[in-house]
């Protein structure tokens, strides 16, 4: 049996690596990445407290985090697609259209 | 010496690594590369932390669907050229890295008073899995979290639905308004040649 | 586990490792010469009897050619996409049960590398892979042609992987184990592709899609695409895509014979009972492989619309069709019993959707004739 602080050191370091991604990349699609490796991290807290605890209840909504990162990734994808489409760039520090 | 603890050992670092080597790639192909080599280590290590479902779940659809529906997009609009990855702000990196130490001390000290750091998952997670993983997952799915299930499978449709919708490439409203109103008398309009889509929902 | 254990595990994957390079090395010779009966030629007859050597002087060949990099190529993705392509299919065939096993040393050895508790789906995940080694080589090669066809791969391989998955769920539902091994065990009495025909023709042409063979080979299409993917590709590197190709349709077929043709399962004689089922297990794979050299001498190459356009709008609703017909026979008897009224409802429902999917499949079909333009 691994010990449950060193699956959370884990993914805290996982979730921050994510977080450090989606401040500092400029690639829109990498900050889609990003936010995948964040998602990537709560799952394994909640299937590591899954087995902690003695209850599938943590993996039954590390499912629900995949299926919704699934849509997530489907519409986001299509959003940078239509923004490369008008704006010829996915250069997020370039998307500013709402900033003045 | 168990064989989980060597797997978590040698999965670990190398998932850490892929993540770090992820955020300092500059070119957005290697970065996804480096992305899947984490997500399948961290795949194993469901494996090891009993989830095999998820392992496979894990597999399927993030290196299997969604890494392959970034690698797609990546190539179809050709946005593979370097990054910079030069910080504009000045002494942001110092910060972050100051505070990045000061969130590792809060996580440790958390994780010190939260569940001490001897904490072993006690023995016996095979009763909660009672015959099988998938079908005490499956089971837990569809009488507890029936209603959730619904809604995800929802969402799912909504999403792909959107997807479609936003990444159609639309032909200008004037334009085809103007070919309407030129052509008024034709009894039946066939149905324009669908062009072939550019881009499938996945979901 | 002892180190017998670990010994006899080892051995095994040597074995499995060999038996598939030269199943691949005879299948391109055995393909070269159906095709070649088919169009009443004589194929390849120099090398060996009756050229049976064929693809071993091809693969030396290969081996001693130079390996060319284009200097556009984005390197390291360069050299480890063709591992990549064939790692999958190797490993797919790891939960594959080939025979039954013997008793070597007092214990007993099965016919499979590793029994995994969710063997259905490391198939699934496997050949979800397979489109990793040919969307990287398309992209890293640093050229048009190759890219082209990787983009097409992708889409293409995505696509069809969901009819795939959803013939395996058919298939998972009607024998209730996500084991290899127990799914062919419940395949005592009659196997799977009697009552699971719909998903057996499902899989079998998503299993085309997913290997890009003829008919739906558009990845290489030699006449748009030059090769495809691999057109910057020599020497060993080009070896090993075209040995992955052969190896992605053995495990396949493997895998179709497996979860619809009782896999090892046979009629055989009491005496060297451990070989029988293997001959079983070769003898119907080399039955699909036939039927796939078969298709792909007959079609012609689909167009890449109508190849999205058959994935998503006839193979995946009828796939889905099948999963919920599939789940009405197994759970509608436990639930209101086996009174007539419902079975005779139920048949019905099925019937005017099949219909319903058939008539507007068709309507399709005219309007596409209808309207030429």
Known sequence: MIRLPLVLFFSAVLFSAGVYGVLARRNAVLVLMSIELMLNAV??????????LHDLTGQAFALFVIAVAAAEVGIGLAIVILIYRNRETINIDEVNLLKW | MAADWIVFWVCAPISIGSAIAMLLQRNAVHAALFLIVNLFTVAVLYLVLGAPFLFAVQIIVYAGAIMVLFLFVIMLLGVDREERLVERLRGQRTAAILLGLGVVGEVVFAIRAGVGFSTRAPAGFGAANGGGNPQALGRLLFRAYFLPFEVTSILLMVAAVAAMVLARRRERPVASAERRAQEPIE????????????????? | MDWLDWLLLAARVVVVFFVLLLSVILLVWVERKVVADMQTRKGPMRAGPRGVLVSLADGIKLFFKEGITPALADRPVYLIAPIVSMLPAFLAFAVIPFGTGVTLFGRRVPFQIADLNVGILWVLAMSSMMVYGIVLAGWSSGSNYPLLGSIRSSAQMISYEVGMAL????????????????????????????????????????GLAETNRPPFDLPEA????????????SGIKFAMFYLAEYLNTVTVAAIATTLFLGGWRGPHPEHLAWLWPILWFVVKVLAIIYAYIWIRATLPRFRYDRLMAFGWKVLIPFGLV????????????DVYGRRPVVIGAAAVLAVVLLLSLLWSALARRRETVEAPS
């Open chain 2, 187 to 203: 009894p039946s309009e066939p149905s324009e040649p669908s062009e072939p889509r550019e881009e499938e929902p996945v979901g």
């Open chain 3, 222 to 233: 030699e006449t748009e695409l030059v090769a495809g993917y691999h057109t910057e590709y």
């Open chain 3, 322 to 333: 099948w999963v919920l017909a599939t789940g009405a026979v197994i759970v509608l008897p």
């Open chain 3, 167 to 206: 013939a395996l769920v058919s298939v998972l539902m009607y024998s209730g184990h996500l084991r290899m091994t127990q799914i062919v065990a419940a395949q005592d009495r009659v196997w799977n592709v009697v009552p699971q025909l719909p998903a057996f023709v499902i899989y079998l042409i998503a």
């Open chain 1, 43 to 52: 799952n394994v807290n909640l299937i590591a407290f899954s087995q902690a």
